[in-house]
């Protein structure tokens, strides 16, 4: 007789949601706040206030394990305390109308749910900031930390459509209107903009927050098998661009692609950040336990 499994989310399968559950965001240079503590850790001391649990993970101090739950559960659980910081993630995530195509959208929502949740658990503040339409206010989710956030903050992904028309780097400086402390900024987005993205990297900057980008673009953007006299529309404009000959400028298309990817991740990197591209059809395990996990981006 099987037995029916209830996903708690329908953005990331049960295992791996438990894999995300104990890992932790990990960045270049910590930057808090010091305010009264929504920045957990592991770390004791009898004038700090326990505040909640999370997984036992190794290397982390045993001094900390809660032994009674352990001698019920046989499974080792940390204690977590309240220190006079905190980091704030806002994660900023591209749905314009660019973002519908080849899965796209997808695969940004399932990573900004598992970069999420590494966060909640960890009891660090998020927050998400989707792009919006020009006409009418943006959807946000306002900071929220810990277990007890999780169900409203997977309702607000779920809930998000693509289809907006504001362009990433206006979208960033609109988060900045709304956002208030240091800690990281989780930018997802094709960057398929002809705005100046260096600008609001640099206000993102020099707001405290260290820029985390990820590029997801299409298979056929990556690699386009174009023949033939073709018409392309511009899926948020719906400006259009008659092209002959296509196939012969391929060799160009794929220069300006990769000078796209190199001028990010070095305007990433000159502000201490980090960038990653990825196809829409990647492997979510393999980006979340595998490329993420390697480059340091979470631990």
């Not at 600008?199 to 033939?228: D, V």
């Not at 692609?257 to 001028?263: D, F, P, T, Y």
Request: aromatic residues 8%.
């Amino acid at each position: 007789m099987s037995v029916a499994v209830t996903q708690f989310t329908r953005l990331l399968p049960n295992d791996v949601l438990a894999r995300a559950e104990r890992l932790r965001l990990n960045p270049q240079r910590r930057r808090t706040n010091r305010m009264r503590g929504e920045h957990l850790s592991g770390k004791g001391g009898t004038s700090l206030e326990f505040s909640d649990f999370r997984d036992y993970v190794p290397g982390d101090d045993m001094r900390y394990v809660d032994w009674n739950i352990f001698s019920r559960l046989n499974q080792p659980y940390l204690k977590l305390y309240a220190h006079e910081e905190e980091m704030h993630v806002p994660i900023i995530l591209d749905t314009s109308s660019s973002m519908q195509s080849e899965g796209k959208f997808e695969l940004a929502r399932q990573l900004a749910a598992a970069l999420g949740v590494m966060g909640l658990m960890n009891v660090e503040k998020i927050s998400v900031f989707p792009c919006a339409r020009k006409s009418g206010d943006a959807p946000l989710l306002r900071p929220c930390s810990g277990r007890a956030s999780l169900k409203r903050f997977f309702a607000f992904l779920e809930n998000l459509q693509p289809g907006g028309d504001v362009p990433i780097e206006q979208s960033i400086e609109n988060v900045l209107a709304h956002h208030r402390g240091k800690g990281i900024a989780i930018v997802i987005s094709d960057f398929l903009t002809f705005g100046d993205i260096g600008r609001s990297f640099n206000l993102l900057h020099g707001a405290g927050l260290e820029i985390h980008g990820i590029q997801i673009l299409g298979p056929t953007e990556i690699n386009p098998e174009l023949t033939g006299d073709l018409r392309f529309v511009d899926s948020e404009t719906s400006q259009t661009l008659d092209v002959s000959s296509v196939g012969e400028l391929l060799g160009l298309y794929h220069q300006h692609r990769l000078g796209l990817e190199e001028s990010l991740a070095g305007e990433c990197r000159k502000r201490a950040g980090r960038f990653l591209s990825l196809s829409s059809d990647s492997d979510l395990k393999n980006v979340l336990f595998d490329q993420f996990v390697r480059r340091g981006w979470v631990r």
